[in-house]
């Protein structure tokens, strides 16, 4: 494979093969591994008219012994299963889930990047209704695809820090909403001031709660973390954010490393000047550093920190927990499976 492996961007690239299963009267098939990046639809999708699409994210690595380890699948496949549910789609079992996993990572062996180089191979399960319907209603038909596309890392030379702003005009989800479900209409609700906070010079943007614009809920596409000033680990409880698996292995990792581990609302006007470090968190680049939050309808600005970098305990964290993907560091919860 003639790629600049090293110098790869998070960006898509058609591959070897991608896999697609189809779900009619009540059971999905044996799925089908397909070399053309495309798919057909009618004109009636249910996908295209009232939204139901979902979707996940997760990562295969290859480590320095030459293996091939998929990073918590099954993980992946149980919040997919979940957002199905919410959406009235087919689920998506997890078996069948891991399997289409299983069989895509092989089939594109040639793309997955070498280890030392900082690139994966990025797995992107989809699913969407796509059986032809024009009264609102859930589809009667379903189709789960599974691409893969090899990656780089989001930086080169090390953490960078980031500034962040907060769009108070726009909300991600309702108290009651889909935020807690990985469903693509949650993304596209989000675009407008992710557009608009680019534009403004941030490389990110933070949401606080629908109800009462009070309370830190996450990111735009990562959830919020904090390392208090007397070294604990703070998340946001809301059921509007999206559970993330990042955050999830990044509180068991502190725990591990004898960190406390807090999930619990978070006034952001009382709390946000008081943590020492402050990040975004998910699977593309596992944590962000942001050392300044500006809220753009007051002007208000929240200085972290005057760090370009990433602070110590989340320096500590990024270590350790990338240190299991790659499989540098003992796998003691069972977090990766080797593909044979």
Not at 66 to 85: D, P
Not at 295 to 322: N, W
Request: proline fraction near 5%.
């Amino acid at each position: 494979m003639d790629l600049d492996w090293s110098n790869l961007t998070f960006s898509y690239r058609p591959t070897s093969f991608h896999i697609e299963y189809h779900w009619k009267d009540g059971k999905w098939d044996n799925g089908e591994l397909k070399d053309k990046p495309f798919i057909t639809l009618s004109i009636a999708a249910e996908c295209l008219h009232y939204g139901q699409a979902a979707f996940e994210g997760l990562k295969a690595y290859r480590g320095e012994d030459g293996k091939i380890r998929v990073f918590r699948e099954e993980m992946n496949a149980t919040r997919l299963f979940n957002s199905a549910e919410r959406t009235c789609m087919a689920p998506v079992p997890v078996e069948l889930f891991c399997e289409a996993v299983d069989r895509v990572v092989k089939a594109n062996e040639e793309w997955i990047p070498p280890y030392g180089t900082g690139a994966t191979l990025y797995i992107r399960p989809l699913l969407l209704g796509t059986g032809p319907q024009i009264g609102v209603a859930p589809a009667t038909e379903y189709t789960f695809i599974v691409m893969v596309v090899p990656v780089g890392a989001y930086y080169k030379g090390g953490l960078q820090a980031v500034k962040a702003c907060i769009v108070d005009d726009y909300d991600r989800a309702a108290p009651r909403g889909t935020g807690n479900v990985k469903l693509a209409g949650n993304y596209a609700a989000s675009l407008l001031s992710h557009e608009m906070a680019h534009k403004n010079g941030y490389a990110v943007d933070l949401y606080l709660d629908a109800a009462q614009h009070k309370y830190v809920e996450e990111f735009g596409s990562s959830n919020f973390i904090a390392i208090t000033k007397d070294g604990k680990y703070v998340t946001p409880a809301s059921r509007s954010v999206l559970p993330s698996i990042t955050n999830n292995g990044l509180q068991q990792v502190a725990k591990d490393l004898g960190i406390e581990v807090e999930v619990r609302p978070i006034d952001f006007e009382k709390e946000i000047g008081t943590f020492a470090e402050v990040a975004a968190c998910g699977t593309a680049v596992v944590i962000t550093p942001v050392n300044e939050i500006v809220r753009l309808s007051t002007g208000e600005h929240f200085k972290i920190s005057d760090s370009q970098g990433c602070g110590p305990v989340c320096q500590k964290l990024y270590d350790a927990y990338t240190g299991i993907q790659w499989g540098k560091a003992p796998d003691t919860h069972g977090w990766l499976k080797v593909i044979d």
